[in-house]
């Protein structure tokens, strides 16, 4: 997947703010808990992101995916750009990861996340 089309497609879920953390990392996330990051830069370094439990070790068993580090313990992997994932994968495992970190979301902010009204989201206040 084009580096842009991934960052454009993380901006597209309800609630997702973005901002820039260790200097040089971009990172979304919703609820302020982060589900995707990458280097602010370009994509030569890849996409950090959460998977489920049950296929963290499928994940990191494929060419160019990894066990994130700093975030394996938590299920997260790195995806480099050998791994070579057709965008429709890559977009499925950026929804997915943004769908594990939604439902670990109070029951509240994710009813106003999904209203529009969370602090945050692009729509708050209007």
């Given amino acids: 997947m084009d580096f842009e089309a991934a960052k454009t497609l993380c901006r597209s ?48 068993d494929r060419p160019g995916i990894v066990p994130a580090p700093y975030l394996a313990r938590a299920k997260w992997v790195f995806v480099t750009p050998e791994a070579q994932l057709e965008d429709a994968e890559f977009a499925a495992l950026l929804r997915r990861s943004y769908e594990l970190v939604f439902a670990k979301l109070t029951r509240k902010l994710q009813r106003e996340i999904l209203d529009g009204h969370a602090v945050g989201s692009p729509t708050a206040g209007t």
Avoid: I, Q, Y
Avoid at 27 to 36: E, N, Q, T
Avoid at 37 to 50: C, E, H, I, Q, Y
């Fill in 13 to 60: 879920f309800p609630g997702c703010t973005e901002d820039c953390k260790w200097d040089h990392d971009t990172v979304f996330s919703v609820g302020a808990k982060m589900f995707a990051v990458t280097n602010r830069d370009g994509p030569s370094a890849g996409f950090s992101l959460k998977a489920d439990d049950a296929r963290f070790l499928e994940l990191s």
